[in-house]
Protein backbone atom coordinates (compact mmCIF):
# COMPACT_ATOMS: atom_id res chain seq x y z
CA UNK A 1 0.00 0.00 0.00
CA UNK A 2 1.39 3.09 -0.80
CA UNK A 3 2.23 5.98 1.71
CA UNK A 4 -0.73 8.53 2.28
CA UNK A 5 0.84 11.96 2.37
CA UNK A 6 -0.66 15.06 4.15
CA UNK A 7 0.19 18.49 3.51
CA UNK A 8 -0.58 21.14 7.02
CA UNK A 9 -0.12 24.76 6.82
CA UNK A 10 -0.46 26.56 9.95
CA UNK A 11 -2.36 30.15 10.18
CA UNK A 12 0.10 33.85 10.79
CA UNK A 13 -1.13 36.27 8.63
CA UNK A 14 1.05 37.97 5.99
CA UNK A 15 3.98 35.75 7.35
CA UNK A 16 1.43 32.90 5.36
CA UNK A 17 4.64 34.41 2.62
CA UNK A 18 7.16 32.53 4.68
CA UNK A 19 5.34 29.26 4.16
CA UNK A 20 4.52 29.88 0.48
CA UNK A 21 8.36 30.95 0.05
CA UNK A 22 8.96 27.65 1.39
CA UNK A 23 6.93 25.51 -0.56
CA UNK A 24 8.03 27.35 -4.22
CA UNK A 25 11.46 26.59 -3.06
CA UNK A 26 10.94 23.00 -2.79
CA UNK A 27 8.40 22.63 -5.61
CA UNK A 28 11.57 24.45 -7.48
CA UNK A 29 14.09 21.77 -5.62
CA UNK A 30 12.72 18.90 -6.56
CA UNK A 31 10.58 20.30 -10.10
CA UNK A 32 7.44 18.52 -8.81
CA UNK A 33 4.22 20.18 -8.06
CA UNK A 34 2.60 19.26 -4.32
CA UNK A 35 -0.92 19.29 -6.08
CA UNK A 36 0.51 16.08 -7.80
CA UNK A 37 2.03 14.22 -4.80
CA UNK A 38 -0.35 15.31 -1.90
CA UNK A 39 -3.60 12.58 -1.27
CA UNK A 40 -5.38 15.33 1.29
CA UNK A 41 -4.30 18.95 2.00
CA UNK A 42 -5.24 21.20 4.97
CA UNK A 43 -4.25 25.12 5.88
CA UNK A 44 -6.20 27.34 8.49
CA UNK A 45 -6.50 30.99 7.69
CA UNK A 46 -3.52 32.47 5.80
CA UNK A 47 -2.48 28.17 5.66
CA UNK A 48 -6.18 27.91 4.26
CA UNK A 49 -5.66 30.35 1.63
CA UNK A 50 -2.35 28.20 0.37
CA UNK A 51 -4.09 25.15 0.93
CA UNK A 52 -6.95 26.26 -1.58
CA UNK A 53 -4.06 27.62 -4.32
CA UNK A 54 -2.24 24.27 -4.63
CA UNK A 55 -5.23 22.14 -4.40
CA UNK A 56 -6.74 24.38 -7.20
CA UNK A 57 -3.54 23.99 -9.71
CA UNK A 58 -1.72 26.85 -8.88
CA UNK A 59 2.24 26.44 -8.34
CA UNK A 60 3.51 27.10 -5.06
CA UNK A 61 5.37 29.86 -6.56
CA UNK A 62 2.24 32.01 -7.89
CA UNK A 63 1.20 32.16 -4.50
CA UNK A 64 4.35 33.44 -3.16
CA UNK A 65 4.53 36.23 -5.56
CA UNK A 66 0.20 36.90 -4.62
CA UNK A 67 1.56 37.13 -1.25
CA UNK A 68 4.77 39.58 -2.42
CA UNK A 69 2.06 41.89 -4.91
CA UNK A 70 -0.64 41.87 -2.81
CA UNK A 71 0.50 42.04 0.69
CA UNK A 72 1.09 45.51 0.91
CA UNK A 73 -2.87 46.32 -0.20
CA UNK A 74 -4.56 43.86 2.34
CA UNK A 75 -2.31 44.82 5.01
CA UNK A 76 -0.30 48.26 4.03
CA UNK A 77 2.70 49.55 6.25
CA UNK A 78 1.64 52.49 8.16
CA UNK A 79 3.47 55.27 10.50
CA UNK A 80 3.27 55.48 14.45
CA UNK A 81 0.42 57.48 14.33
CA UNK A 82 -1.45 55.28 11.90
CA UNK A 83 -0.47 51.97 13.68
CA UNK A 84 -1.80 53.38 17.08
CA UNK A 85 -4.91 54.55 15.46
CA UNK A 86 -5.37 51.14 14.24
CA UNK A 87 -4.69 49.96 17.57
CA UNK A 88 -7.55 51.88 19.32
CA UNK A 89 -9.51 50.72 16.78
CA UNK A 90 -9.35 47.53 17.13
CA UNK A 91 -10.50 48.25 20.78
CA UNK A 92 -14.14 48.56 19.64
CA UNK A 93 -14.25 47.43 15.68
CA UNK A 94 -12.42 44.90 13.56
CA UNK A 95 -9.28 46.63 12.65
CA UNK A 96 -8.91 46.15 8.74
CA UNK A 97 -11.23 45.49 6.52
CA UNK A 98 -12.15 42.46 3.99
CA UNK A 99 -12.83 44.40 1.05
CA UNK A 100 -8.80 44.42 0.26
CA UNK A 101 -8.38 41.05 0.86
CA UNK A 102 -11.98 40.07 -1.28
CA UNK A 103 -10.02 41.80 -4.23
CA UNK A 104 -7.03 40.28 -3.71
CA UNK A 105 -8.29 36.63 -3.47
CA UNK A 106 -10.94 37.27 -6.68
CA UNK A 107 -7.63 38.32 -8.44
CA UNK A 108 -5.48 34.70 -8.16
CA UNK A 109 -8.92 32.67 -7.71
CA UNK A 110 -11.26 33.96 -10.29
CA UNK A 111 -14.84 32.31 -9.89
CA UNK A 112 -13.12 28.92 -9.19
CA UNK A 113 -14.76 26.68 -6.73
CA UNK A 114 -13.69 24.62 -3.61
CA UNK A 115 -15.24 21.22 -6.05
CA UNK A 116 -12.86 21.96 -8.87
CA UNK A 117 -9.59 21.49 -6.36
CA UNK A 118 -7.71 18.59 -8.00
CA UNK A 119 -6.72 16.47 -4.58
CA UNK A 120 -9.08 16.48 -1.00
CA UNK A 121 -8.92 19.61 0.56
CA UNK A 122 -9.75 20.76 4.58
CA UNK A 123 -10.46 23.87 5.42
CA UNK A 124 -10.93 24.20 9.36
CA UNK A 125 -13.43 27.72 10.16
CA UNK A 126 -15.37 28.65 13.17
CA UNK A 127 -19.45 28.88 12.75
CA UNK A 128 -20.01 32.17 14.71
CA UNK A 129 -23.89 31.79 14.28
CA UNK A 130 -23.75 28.08 15.43
CA UNK A 131 -21.19 28.14 18.02
CA UNK A 132 -18.95 25.57 17.01
CA UNK A 133 -16.16 24.69 14.68
CA UNK A 134 -16.45 23.79 10.96
CA UNK A 135 -14.79 22.46 8.47
CA UNK A 136 -14.94 23.00 4.67
CA UNK A 137 -14.36 20.11 2.44
CA UNK A 138 -14.25 18.99 -0.84
CA UNK A 139 -16.44 15.97 -1.68
CA UNK A 140 -14.10 13.05 -0.45
CA UNK A 141 -16.56 11.39 1.21
CA UNK A 142 -20.26 10.28 0.46
CA UNK A 143 -21.07 12.64 3.11
CA UNK A 144 -20.04 15.40 1.64
CA UNK A 145 -22.35 16.88 -0.09
CA UNK A 146 -22.47 20.92 0.51
CA UNK A 147 -19.45 22.69 0.78
CA UNK A 148 -18.00 21.90 -2.13
CA UNK A 149 -19.87 23.72 -4.78
CA UNK A 150 -18.78 27.26 -2.40
CA UNK A 151 -16.41 29.96 -3.78
CA UNK A 152 -12.66 29.67 -3.22
CA UNK A 153 -12.94 33.30 -2.44
CA UNK A 154 -15.73 32.48 0.26
CA UNK A 155 -13.50 30.02 1.87
CA UNK A 156 -10.66 31.96 1.67
CA UNK A 157 -12.44 34.36 3.51
CA UNK A 158 -14.22 32.05 6.30
CA UNK A 159 -11.01 30.67 7.25
CA UNK A 160 -9.11 33.82 7.90
CA UNK A 161 -11.85 36.01 9.43
CA UNK A 162 -9.38 36.48 12.38
CA UNK A 163 -11.31 38.48 15.23
CA UNK A 164 -10.07 41.62 15.57
CA UNK A 165 -8.49 42.12 12.45
CA UNK A 166 -10.97 41.27 10.56
CA UNK A 167 -15.07 40.99 10.84
CA UNK A 168 -16.61 37.67 10.52
CA UNK A 169 -17.24 36.28 6.87
CA UNK A 170 -20.32 35.60 5.54
CA UNK A 171 -20.77 32.45 3.56
CA UNK A 172 -22.93 32.59 0.40
CA UNK A 173 -24.18 28.92 -0.11
CA UNK A 174 -24.81 29.38 4.17
CA UNK A 175 -27.79 32.39 4.10
CA UNK A 176 -27.47 33.93 7.48
CA UNK A 177 -23.97 31.78 8.16
CA UNK A 178 -21.30 34.04 9.89
CA UNK A 179 -17.54 32.29 10.23
CA UNK A 180 -14.16 33.46 11.64
CA UNK A 181 -10.96 32.22 11.19
CA UNK A 182 -9.99 28.76 11.88
CA UNK A 183 -7.45 29.68 14.13
CA UNK A 184 -9.16 30.10 17.48
CA UNK A 185 -9.04 26.27 17.25
CA UNK A 186 -7.00 24.73 14.55
CA UNK A 187 -4.43 27.46 14.18
CA UNK A 188 -1.99 23.84 13.33
CA UNK A 189 -4.29 21.95 12.01
CA UNK A 190 -1.91 19.20 11.69
CA UNK A 191 -4.48 16.96 13.64
CA UNK A 192 -7.59 18.09 11.33
CA UNK A 193 -5.57 16.41 8.55
CA UNK A 194 -4.44 12.68 10.52
CA UNK A 195 -8.50 12.36 11.65
CA UNK A 196 -9.91 13.37 8.59
CA UNK A 197 -7.79 10.69 6.92
CA UNK A 198 -8.74 7.80 9.52
CA UNK A 199 -11.69 8.30 10.25
CA UNK A 200 -13.36 9.54 7.12
CA UNK A 201 -10.65 7.86 4.24
CA UNK A 202 -9.66 4.40 6.52
CA UNK A 203 -6.16 5.02 6.11
CA UNK A 204 -3.97 3.39 8.82
CA UNK A 205 -2.33 5.55 11.16
CA UNK A 206 1.07 3.82 10.33
CA UNK A 207 0.98 4.72 6.57
CA UNK A 208 0.18 7.90 6.72
CA UNK A 209 3.37 11.11 6.53
CA UNK A 210 2.96 14.64 7.59
CA UNK A 211 4.63 17.74 6.15
CA UNK A 212 3.87 20.52 8.45
CA UNK A 213 4.87 23.78 7.58
CA UNK A 214 4.76 27.03 10.20
CA UNK A 215 4.65 30.43 9.69
CA UNK A 216 7.68 31.55 12.07
CA UNK A 217 7.93 30.70 15.91
CA UNK A 218 8.91 33.45 18.69
CA UNK A 219 10.46 32.68 21.85
CA UNK A 220 7.60 32.62 24.21
CA UNK A 221 7.87 32.26 28.22
CA UNK A 222 5.26 34.13 30.68
CA UNK A 223 7.12 37.00 32.17
CA UNK A 224 6.71 36.96 36.57
CA UNK A 225 4.73 40.49 36.23
CA UNK A 226 1.97 37.98 33.87
CA UNK A 227 2.08 35.31 36.71
CA UNK A 228 -0.31 36.81 39.25
CA UNK A 229 -1.84 39.34 36.72
CA UNK A 230 -5.72 39.63 35.58
CA UNK A 231 -7.09 40.29 32.14
CA UNK A 232 -5.42 44.06 31.67
CA UNK A 233 -1.67 42.10 32.76
CA UNK A 234 -1.96 39.33 30.41
CA UNK A 235 -2.97 41.22 27.19
CA UNK A 236 -2.27 40.17 24.43
CA UNK A 237 -0.08 37.30 25.50
CA UNK A 238 -2.91 35.76 26.85
CA UNK A 239 -4.20 34.96 22.94
CA UNK A 240 -0.31 34.21 22.05
CA UNK A 241 -0.40 31.30 24.93
CA UNK A 242 -3.95 29.97 24.59
CA UNK A 243 -2.60 29.79 19.95
CA UNK A 244 0.74 28.68 20.98
CA UNK A 245 -0.84 25.77 23.46
CA UNK A 246 -2.99 24.40 21.29
CA UNK A 247 -0.26 23.99 18.11
CA UNK A 248 2.09 22.41 20.34
CA UNK A 249 -0.26 19.84 21.82
CA UNK A 250 -1.43 19.14 17.86
CA UNK A 251 2.26 18.61 16.38
CA UNK A 252 2.69 16.32 19.84
CA UNK A 253 -0.39 13.99 18.81
CA UNK A 254 -0.13 13.87 15.50
CA UNK A 255 3.84 12.83 16.06
CA UNK A 256 2.82 10.34 18.66
CA UNK A 257 0.01 8.78 16.60
CA UNK A 258 1.47 8.18 13.55
CA UNK A 259 5.07 6.88 14.76
CA UNK A 260 6.91 10.59 14.32
CA UNK A 261 6.00 10.17 10.63
CA UNK A 262 5.48 13.96 10.53
CA UNK A 263 8.28 16.21 8.92
CA UNK A 264 8.13 20.08 10.44
CA UNK A 265 9.65 23.25 8.51
CA UNK A 266 9.17 26.35 10.62
CA UNK A 267 12.20 28.69 12.10
CA UNK A 268 12.47 30.72 15.12
CA UNK A 269 12.47 34.51 15.01
CA UNK A 270 13.12 37.15 17.27
CA UNK A 271 10.43 38.41 19.01
CA UNK A 272 8.21 41.52 16.91
CA UNK A 273 10.19 41.13 14.25
CA UNK A 274 7.43 40.04 11.80
CA UNK A 275 3.48 41.29 13.00
CA UNK A 276 0.34 39.44 11.34
CA UNK A 277 -0.67 42.28 9.71
CA UNK A 278 2.18 44.12 8.21
CA UNK A 279 3.51 43.34 4.97
CA UNK A 280 6.87 45.95 5.00
CA UNK A 281 8.67 42.95 5.79
CA UNK A 282 7.27 40.89 2.90
CA UNK A 283 10.70 40.49 1.28
CA UNK A 284 12.33 39.15 4.11
CA UNK A 285 9.46 36.81 5.11
CA UNK A 286 9.96 35.44 1.68
CA UNK A 287 14.06 35.38 1.87
CA UNK A 288 13.56 33.14 4.87
CA UNK A 289 11.53 30.85 3.49
CA UNK A 290 13.52 30.20 0.65
CA UNK A 291 16.55 29.71 2.78
CA UNK A 292 14.73 27.42 4.77
CA UNK A 293 13.63 25.23 2.16
CA UNK A 294 16.95 25.58 0.99
CA UNK A 295 18.46 23.51 3.83
CA UNK A 296 19.59 20.33 3.47
CA UNK A 297 17.17 18.22 6.30
CA UNK A 298 14.29 19.71 5.13
CA UNK A 299 15.52 19.45 0.67
CA UNK A 300 16.75 15.20 1.84
CA UNK A 301 13.16 14.55 3.63
CA UNK A 302 10.66 16.11 0.94
CA UNK A 303 12.52 14.57 -1.95
CA UNK A 304 12.23 11.17 -0.30
CA UNK A 305 8.67 11.28 1.66
CA UNK A 306 6.68 13.87 -0.03
CA UNK A 307 7.53 15.27 -3.55
CA UNK A 308 9.25 12.14 -4.64
CA UNK A 309 8.17 11.32 -8.17
CA UNK A 310 5.70 8.76 -6.79
CA UNK A 311 2.52 10.59 -7.45
CA UNK A 312 -0.67 10.41 -5.27
CA UNK A 313 -4.13 8.72 -6.31
CA UNK A 314 -5.97 10.39 -8.72
CA UNK A 315 -8.50 12.03 -6.64
CA UNK A 316 -12.04 10.96 -7.95
CA UNK A 317 -14.63 13.51 -5.70
CA UNK A 318 -18.00 11.37 -5.08
CA UNK A 319 -20.43 14.32 -6.19
CA UNK A 320 -19.46 16.73 -8.95
CA UNK A 321 -19.60 20.34 -9.73
Known sequence: MSRFRILSLDGGGIRGAFSASVLATLEKETGR??????????????????????????????????????????????????????????????????????????????????????????????????????????????????????????????????????????????????????????????MVGVAEAVHFLEIPLDQIDVLSIGTLGEPFSVSPSRRRAGILGWNKALIDILMRGQAEAAQAHAQLLTGRNVHRIDQVVSPGRFSLDDARAIDDLIALGHGEGMKEAHLASVRQRFLNGVHAESFVPNHRL
Open 33 to 190: ACVDHFDLITGTSTGGIIALGLALGLPASTIRDFYRDKGLDIFPGTGLVQRTSLTLRQLFAPKRSHEALKAALRSVFNDMRLGEARCRLVIPTYDAVGGRIFLLKTAHHARFTGEYKASAVDCALATSAAPTYFAAAAFADHPGASYVDGGVWANCPI
